[in-house]
């Protein structure tokens, strides 16, 4: 039989109710703490008002900085530095930064004035770009010798320094070709490019040049070939060789004939207007030089006179820059006078022999006592050697003799060449080192005068 153990114990407080007996406890919250309901709580403390911030200058100008910051983790009870605002939010009493004693008064906002900064610095004047030539040479150096900065595959857009000339003879362009290590031109080579800017100089107008000579045989057709053939070599422009010799011409023959028009056929045309109609009547070489062959008497055709020849001469200039004229050897004759009367320089030949010479002084004495001190001013002399192994001290005598009757600079020796012993037709590019240097030499003292006016 099971006992009622309530109704044999029956609880002092009245009925087990468990709705009433745990009313006043929050089963799902900690238990509330013991209130003194007796004793009234002490009042409120009263709030700092908040005081302005003091922004007002110290006496001496400067502006009062902001106290510094306490550190986060400060120990307890330093007052070395004061607490960092917090604004409204209140110390928690519980947290474990809570000094022990009586709680901290509440701190006000304060704002902070932003530390003085210092004076920028003046703005550094303007100042233009250092142009290369105010560099230092060191400088100069440095930069010439960086390369420029480009991107991979692509193609720089501005113009960079020019480095060395690659050397094209001697050792100098075998170094390179093998080593990549450029050591410039030589000093031949540097002399080289001086003579040919010497003769790319700008003429005025046109200028005839007339090649004299009192002796045949002394090299005058080759002479007037070779030196037409480096003037078109090096200048590019039109160069025409007119042959003016009546009896004995055959510069056309030495050049290459490619027309049998001569110069009595262009006198004879009445309507040359154009360069193609010049250019009907001449042949050119290899080098762009343009040939007038002289007229073809055989008894049939009458000699043309010296206005024919002046006609003749001052027709063509109109479409060349330069003309060179192969007179004969008769000073006296219609052709050498039409030439001198509009001739702007002048070449004497002469052999290496002393009856060259002789010859070559008899045409210089003839100019200076006929009115041409002017063109005598403008001439050269050429002493060539038809001969090989002449005598270097006779040619040496012979250099002596003319240098005290024309310019300094203007005795030209030629040296006895193969190709041109050889009888046939002339090429430049065949033509010894040495007679091209020569040649070209004599080109450049005649270039000296172009820009000295205009023709006669």
Request: proline residues 10%.
């Amino acid at each position: 039989m099971a006992a009622d153990y309530d109704r044999l114990f029956p609880s002092p407080d009245g009925p087990d109710d468990e709705a009433g007996a745990y009313a006043d406890y929050d089963l799902e919250g900690p238990p509330p703490m013991p209130v003194d309901r007796a004793t009234p709580p002490p009042p409120a403390r009263p709030l700092r008002p908040p005081m302005p911030a003091d922004v007002a200058p110290r006496p001496n100008g400067q502006a009062r900085t902001p106290p510094p910051r306490r550190a986060r983790h400060a120990r307890q009870g330093q007052t070395d530095s004061p607490d960092y605002p917090l604004g409204n939010r209140v110390k928690s009493q519980h947290s474990h930064r809570a000094q022990q004693g009586s709680p901290r008064p509440i701190a006000r906002s304060v704002p902070l004035k932003a530390p003085p900064q210092a004076p920028a610095p003046p703005a550094a004047p303007a100042t233009r770009p250092v142009t290369p030539s105010e560099q230092r040479p060191d400088q100069r150096a440095d930069r010439r010798d960086k390369p420029a900065l480009t991107a991979p595959g692509s193609t720089p857009t501005c113009a960079q320094p020019a480095g060395r000339t690659v050397s094209k003879r001697g050792w100098r362009r075998w170094l390179h070709a093998t080593t990549r290590i450029n050591v410039g031109l030589s000093r031949d080579e540097k002399y080289e490019i001086e003579l040919h800017n010497r003769i790319r100089r700008a003429i005025r107008g046109s200028y005839e040049i007339g090649v004299l000579g009192l002796k045949g045989g002394g090299g005058k057709t080759t002479l007037t070939a070779a030196l037409g053939s480096a003037f078109a070599h090096v200048r590019g422009d039109r160069i025409l060789a007119v042959d003016a010799d009546p009896i004995s011409g055959n510069l056309c023959e030495r050049v290459g004939r490619q027309t049998p028009a001569t110069v009595a056929d262009l006198v004879a045309n009445r309507a040359l207007s154009h360069y193609n109609d010049i250019r009907a009547h001449t042949s050119m070489n290899g080098v762009n030089l343009e040939v007038l062959a002289a007229a073809d008497y055989n008894g049939a055709s009458e000699s043309l006179t010296e206005d024919d020849w002046t006609r003749a001469v001052a027709t063509v200039p109109r479409y060349y820059n330069l003309v060179l004229a192969d007179c004969g050897a008769d000073l006296f004759g219609p052709a050498a006078r039409g030439v001198l009367a509009t001739a702007s320089g002048l070449v004497i030949t002469s052999g290496a022999s002393i009856d060259g010479a002789r010859q070559a002084t008899v045409a210089l004495d003839w100019l200076r006592n006929n009115s041409y001190l002017d063109l005598l001013s403008r001439a050269c002399v050429v002493i060539n050697q038809v001969v090989p192994g002449e005598s270097t001290k006779a040619v040496d005598e012979l250099v002596r003799h003319f240098r005290q009757r024309v310019q300094p600079g203007r005795v030209v020796v030629l040296p006895w060449d193969e190709h041109i012993a050889a009888g046939t037709e002339i090429q430049f590019d065949l033509l010894s080192a040495g007679y091209r240097r020569k040649i070209v030499e004599l080109a450049a003292a005649l270039s000296d005068d172009f820009d000295r006016g205009e023709s006669r």
